[in-house]
């Protein structure tokens, strides 16, 4: 079981928007920053958004991090085939003394 | 640019050891903390632990204490791990990152407000097998 909690799959069809929730605690989400990866199939995963809601150069604005409380979610807009991956969240957790990640939420687009 | 390649796939016996690599290029060695992640089949990351580019000093998740080790060789800017007494749960693909942020431990704790992995080794696949 992972300590943050993600569903396993979501999906949209080209063009729609799409969210993906994650859920901590008090010693996660709660208290430091979340990230979220996306692994496309067979590729190491990839930085897709840092400290809730930063970019890194090169990833495009369709995507956007939030979070509120305990939970962050990451959203798609303008949805693509390429976009059609696995994304992770994660966090520092600050009882376990280290990073913790989501289960995994595998996007596919209809 | 920032690249880390690791070494290529492995495949041991159970109880054999293995030692995995990870060499870096376009950035100061030191100035970043290693990480290691693992992914077994069809399955989700798991953080395995860090390792203080400075210090040599290792930190390993609760569910990595034991039988693998992190290493630094900084003369050629390569980080290591080592797994011993392999298990057939231990088939994963282990990727190296590096890390953005700083830690910092007190009082038997570790705490990063900001800790993220902006780079990554393409992975290398470790198949456990008799």
């Known amino acids: 079981q992972s300590v943050l909690t993600q569903p396993p799959s979501a999906s949209g069809t080209p063009g729609q928007r799409v969210t993906i929730s994650c859920s901590g605690s008090?010693?996660?989400?709660?208290?430091?920053?979340v990230y979220w990866y996306q692994q496309l199939p067979g590729t190491a995963p990839k930085l897709l958004i840092y400290?809730?809601?930063q970019w890194p150069s090169g990833v495009p604005d369709r995507f956007s991090g939030s979070k509120s409380g305990t939970s962050a979610s990451l959203a798609i807009s303008g949805l693509r085939s390429e976009d059609e991956a696995d994304y992770y969240c994660?966090?520092?957790?600050?009882?376990?003394?280290?990073?913790?990640f989501g289960g995994g939420t595998k996007l596919t687009v209809l | 640019q920032v690249q880390l390649v690791q070494s290529g796939s492995e495949l041991k016996k159970p109880g054999a050891s293995v030692t995995l690599s990870c060499k870096t290029s376009?950035?100061?060695?030191?100035?970043?903390?290693m990480n290691w992640v693992r992914q077994a089949p069809g399955q989700g990351l798991e953080w395995v632990g860090w390792?203080?580019?400075?210090?040599?000093?290792?930190t390993y998740a609760q569910a990595f204490t034991g039988r693998f080790v992190f290493s630094l060789d900084t003369s050629v800017s390569t980080a290591y791990l080592q797994i011993s007494s392999l298990k057939a749960e231990d088939t994963a693909v282990y990727y190296c990152?590096?890390?953005?942020?700083?830690?910092?431990?007190?009082?038997?704790?570790?705490?990063?407000?900001?800790?993220?992995?902006?780079?990554w080794g393409q992975g290398t696949l470790v198949t456990v097998s008799s």
């Open positions: 990152a590096r890390a953005q942020g700083r830690v910092h431990c007190g009082g038997g704790s570790c705490y990063s407000g900001d800790y993220f992995f902006d780079y």
């Open positions: 376009g950035y100061t060695f030191t100035n970043y903390a």
């Open positions: 390792i203080n580019p400075n210090t040599g000093n290792p």
């Open positions: 008090s010693s996660n989400i709660g208290s430091n920053y």
């Open positions: 400290r809730n809601n």
């Open positions: 994660a966090a520092w957790d600050d009882s376990l003394s280290g990073v913790v």
